[in-house]
């Protein structure tokens, strides 16, 4: 693996540490901060107020990367990732840690233009195996950030964030020195209306068989919201577990994604072709669910992650497979429109899966499983209709 790809990968991760390493601290910050006794409002506001400025800094980030080059735009995010954490570090006041909490969202918007970069170094049949191995590392990243926050949180409250800023910056100083420019910059002058977060959409949804893919990445994205909203609440409701058995289980899970990802997609699109390989990912993850919701014992939760595992491949083969339907010069706008679709999901999704959970939680928790599972059928049409681009092999 080259030096550019080590460092992409580490921002990648790096990114996912920050979105999972405030879940253990947040409510005790909170009270630290604000001295109220329910907290549970603000965490709403930040964890809506962080999609959001994805959802509106992604295609902006991917827009200017098409434009000035991948390497810049990744430069001042992984700067501004770094202040961030000092900025929660140190915030004596609610409406400063709103203020580093918003700057998170919008460094990690820098998702886009990671994407945009590896599609620019690699040849299509090397994509999907790449993909994986970024989606693993999100996951391994998705792992350590709740254990790193939860650890240090025990010493001082602030101390992850101190952490966070240490490896962000270190990932800043190595890719100052080490990671090259991946595309020609255009020299245009930049039209300040094509930095509309809106605007992307439009020329995007106007290429004929887009608006299928992004609707399955949006609904994979509201799916894969569940777990994080319900599967405390269930585990506890249907189970009596306390948080050393949640944190197993979702350790366990995430563990098993990072490894499905990594090293299931290239061989299994190889093996079966890209559809075949998103609707096989699809069938893995409903039939976890399904036998999630009629679960009455704890073991079969940690029995049926292979199951999870085989749900793994679907989204990198789903990735490869989308950039291969835009040309390369709006791969970053591309992206960029793929990450906000992904942010909406994050601020819709978790509002409406926690509302079904409280209406069933007393007669059957594990009813949200079937609803999750309701919404990603819609996938297997719109998966099934897509017009799929022969496959360009490297020379």
């Not at 329910?38 to 709403?44: E, F, K, Q, T």
């Not at 039209?191 to 893919?213: T, V, W, Y």
């Not at 909203?229 to 306390?242: K, P, Q, R, S």
Request: aromatic share 12%; glycine share 10%; with cysteine.
């Amino acid at each position: 693996m080259n030096r550019a790809l080590i460092i992409i990968f580490a921002t990648v991760g790096l990114d996912a540490v920050g979105i999972g390493l405030i879940f253990p601290i947040l409510a005790r910050l909170i009270e630290e901060v604000t001295h109220a006794g329910n907290v549970a409002h603000y965490i709403g506001i930040m964890t809506a107020l962080y999609a959001l400025m994805q959802f509106v800094f992604a295609p902006v980030l991917g827009a200017l990367s098409d434009r000035l080059g991948r390497r810049p735009v990744l430069l001042i995010s992984m700067a501004g990732a770094a202040i961030n954490y000092l900025i929660l570090a140190f915030a004596p006041h609610l409406w400063m840690l709103l203020i580093g909490r918003a700057i998170a969202g919008l460094t990690s918007a820098n998702i886009s233009v990671a994407t945009a970069y590896i599609t620019d170094i690699s040849a299509e049949d090397t994509r999907a195996r790449r993909f994986g191995l970024f989606n693993a590392m999100f996951g391994i990243g998705f792992i350590i950030g709740p254990v790193l926050g939860g650890v240090f949180g025990d010493y001082w409250i602030r101390l992850p964030f101190i952490a966070a800023a240490l490896l962000n910056g270190g990932n800043f100083l190595m890719a100052l020195f080490v990671l090259p420019e991946s595309r020609t910059p255009t020299r245009e002058k930049i039209d300040l209306a094509a930095l509309n977060p809106l605007r992307p959409f439009r020329s995007i949804l106007s290429m004929q068989g887009l608006l299928p893919i992004i609707i399955v990445f949006f609904i994979f994205s509201g799916v894969g919201e569940v777990y994080g909203t319900c599967w405390a609440l269930w585990g506890h409701d249907a189970f009596g577990w306390n948080g050393l058995w949640i944190g197993l289980s979702l350790g366990t899970y995430g563990a098993c994604q990072a490894l499905a990802q990594a090293f299931l997609p290239g061989p299994a699109v190889k093996l079966l072709g890209e559809r075949a390989t998103i609707l096989t990912g699809v069938a893995g993850t409903g039939l976890a669910l399904i036998i999630l919701a009629f679960a009455t014992q704890p073991w079969v939760v940690f029995a049926i992650m292979p199951v999870f595992v085989l749900g793994g491949i679907g989204v990198p083969s789903l990735q490869s497979l989308a950039t291969r339907m835009v040309d390369e010069d709006k791969q970053g706008q591309f992206q960029g429109v793929l990450a906000s679709a992904i942010s909406l999901a994050s601020i819709i999704a978790p509002l409406g899966f926690s509302t079904f959970y409280f209406v069933v939680q007393k007669q059957w928790p594990g009813a949200i499983w079937l609803s999750a599972l309701i919404v990603y059928a819609i996938t297997v049409p719109l998966v099934l209709g897509l017009h799929i681009p022969k496959l360009k092999m490297a020379h």
